[in-house]
């Protein structure tokens, strides 16, 4: 089975229909790209399978395990972590405490021995901090990790978020348009770094606007317009096909 | 490193507590320590709201009400005559395992009550399980409706203070007897006994200071400011957001009903204005004042404004005092009068001043 199924998923928001009747599978090891115009369901998408929303019917398979209706930290607690649109960091924390943040659900240390300050927790936290600063590292922010997250640029930011995602060592990462307000070098550099990650051997999803992207990194695109699947195929087949051009660029009638 | 670094405004604090009573008692000012003692169990309770409040995110209005639980219960359960019952089933079996205790009251009257150490476990609990009960359905709120849920829970134990026989009405209870935490280490009001109360309230600051120091530096603590900074991607981060957010609710929840213990034998007693929303409003304010993500901040704010509170100050003018400082702080300095770190300002300095040495070293070479 693959690594995602996703079967006849719906969501209506009162009487749009957002996402109708969905389905296609994300195999292990690959670049899985969602594209469609805007109002399309691919953030929809991106929540249901996260479970930041419940679905209205379907089903969505995580590792053979039905996911919907499980809450997001336990979902992200069976190796799927996202990104957001609009960065999400925790202000008013370093950017090397946001990617600790990440390493939450890879160590244990409770309530009690945390405000007991236990010595068998000491080893973990500094584990913690050594994997963080690892993953800042590997982003290029290294160099940012003592500092307030609104201190960051927006750049360093995406990175510090992408640190924080990859922390939990998830199976599926779901990138939801990492690309979005980067100039052409930033994105080329994302890019390089997305199929980077695959080589660690993370399976990505990622929905994305900015097609030089998507047909670079990725093996799969599924198109969505109006919460339809319109089209699933290789990114050379998705650039001849009719209908996607239709989309995108309108009737030649009109 | 880090550890020393935590635990160094610890020693201070403690050295500060010493040197107060020290002072104090070579001066012959000792009477300053009755309300030093009164502002440190106050302070327990805004410490443990500050963690609430400035890492958990989440606002309560109703922490008096916890304080309350916990001192009336105390207060109801070491002051209610069991005598007439002495027979009686369960009363007769609390008194073989020895939770009993006899007593005579002021009038040489021969009592049977509750044991104080029962008791205050009774108290912590009941308050721990009513917050376990209503931080469930309450905490799902945000903002506003959060402060108003946790608001009307505050008025629902003011009003069943005032309105319950069983708790003294508009008088409250009296003639609380002290608390013998351990032989020769007693919580009352007796004159003798004003420095070792002094040292009982401080060491339990002290204790709370460091257990929650310890929290919000540790893992648990991370993804209770996590929730407090993006509820939605600390539940993405696999932060099982609902359950922290109560866990630390419960806790403030217990440190306010642990201080309503001690205070209820400090002062012998307890009334319902311990319970009002006036009360809550001022911790939450203290809060502010300190720079809500600061213990530290909360802590001094907590002695300096109950201090002088109590010293009556403010006069008649107490409440509306505490209202007028909430409206200022959230004008003008949403993050606290304190809002840099002592320690990290000392560190920036000596930073500086190393800074400007070595430039000057650069200099002279």
Redesign the interface.
């Known amino acids: 089975m693959a690594l995602l199924e996703i079967q006849n998923l719906n969501r209506y928001f009162g009487g749009l229909h957002a996402v109708n009747s969905v389905s296609f599978a994300v195999e292990p090891g690959m670049i899985k790209a969602v594209i469609g115009p805007n109002g399309a369901g691919k953030t929809t998408l991106f929540n249901l399978i996260a479970g930041n929303l419940p679905a209205n019917s379907g089903t969505i398979y995580f590792n053979n395990t039905r996911i919907n209706g499980r809450k997001p930290y336990q979902i992200a607690g069976l190796g799927l972590s996202r990104t957001y649109q609009n960065i999400k960091l925790f202000h008013g924390m370093t950017a090397l405490e946001n990617v600790m943040l990440g390493r939450h659900i890879r160590s244990k240390a409770g309530f009690i021995s945390g405000m007991l300050n236990l010595p068998w927790t000491w080893p973990e936290e500094k584990l913690i901090k050594q994997k963080a600063m690892e993953y800042l590292d590997l982003l290029g922010v290294a160099d940012c990790a003592e500092v307030e997250i609104s201190n960051l640029s927006f750049g360093q930011q995406r990175g510090v978020e992408f640190a924080r995602a990859l922390a939990t060592e998830p199976t599926l990462l779901l990138l939801d348009e990492p690309a979005a307000g980067l100039n052409i070098y930033e994105t080329a550099e994302i890019g390089r770094l997305i199929t980077k990650i695959r080589a660690t051997g993370v399976t990505i999803l990622l929905v994305e606007h900015d097609m030089s992207l998507v047909m670079d990194i990725s093996d799969e695109i599924v198109v969505l317009s109006f919460g339809e699947k319109i089209a699933e195929d290789l990114p050379h087949n998705i650039q001849k096909n009719e209908e996607v051009i239709r989309i995108y660029l309108g009737d030649e009638d009109n | 490193m880090d ?1 020393f670094k935590r635990y160094i405004p610890v020693l201070f604090l403690l050295a500060v507590v010493v040197s107060i009573q020290l002072v104090t008692h070579f001066t012959e000012t000792s009477f300053y320590l009755t309300q030093l003692t009164m502002s440190a169990y106050y302070s327990v309770v805004v410490i443990g709201l500050c963690v609430l409040m400035g890492y958990g995110g989440q606002i309560s209005l109703g922490h008096a009400g916890f304080f309350a639980i916990g001192g009336y219960l105390a207060g109801v359960l070491t002051t209610h005559n069991l005598l007439a019952f002495k027979d009686y089933g369960i009363v007769a079996f609390l008194n073989k395992i020895g939770l009993l205790i006899d007593g005579q009251s002021l009038y040489g009257e021969t009592l049977l009550t509750v044991h104080p150490w029962a008791a205050c476990i009774v108290a912590v609990l009941t308050a721990g399980v009513i917050a376990l009960a209503i931080g469930g359905p309450v905490l799902k709120l945000k903002g506003h409706y959060l402060a108003m849920a946790t608001l009307g829970f505050g008025i629902i134990i003011f009003r069943i203070a005032l309105a319950s026989p069983y708790f003294g009405e508009a008088d409250g209870i009296s003639e609380v007897p002290g608390f013998k935490l351990l032989p020769g280490i007693e919580v009352s009001g007796s004159f003798g006994d004003r420095v070792l109360n002094y040292y009982i309230a401080w060491g339990m600051v002290i204790i709370a200071v460091l ?2 120091l ?2 919000i ?7 209770l ?2 929730i ?3 509820e ?10 609902s359950r922290y957010k109560l ?1 630390i609710f419960i ?1 403030s929840a217990l440190f306010a009903a642990l201080a309503g213990v001690f205070v209820t034998h400090y002062n012998g007693g307890i009334g319902p204005s311990e319970a009002g929303v006036m009360k809550s409003v001022r911790y939450v304010a203290i809060v502010a004042v300190g720079g809500m ?1 600061n213990i530290w901040g909360a802590l001094i704010m907590g002695i300096v404004l109950n201090f002088l509170s109590l010293r009556g100050v403010f006069g008649s003018y107490d409440d509306a005092v505490f209202g007028v400082i909430l409206v200022i702080i959230m004008l003008f300095a949403p993050e606290g009068i304190l809002k840099i770190n002592p320690w990290q300002r000392i560190k920036s300095l000596s930073a500086l001043f190393m800074k400007q040495k070595e430039e000057e070293d650069s200099v002279e070479n």
Do not use: P
């Open positions: 550890l257990l929650l310890n929290l530096h540790s893992r648990v603590g991370r993804a400011r996590s407090h900074g993006a939605e991607a600390a539940n993405a981060m696999g932060v099982n957001t866990y806790l993500a």
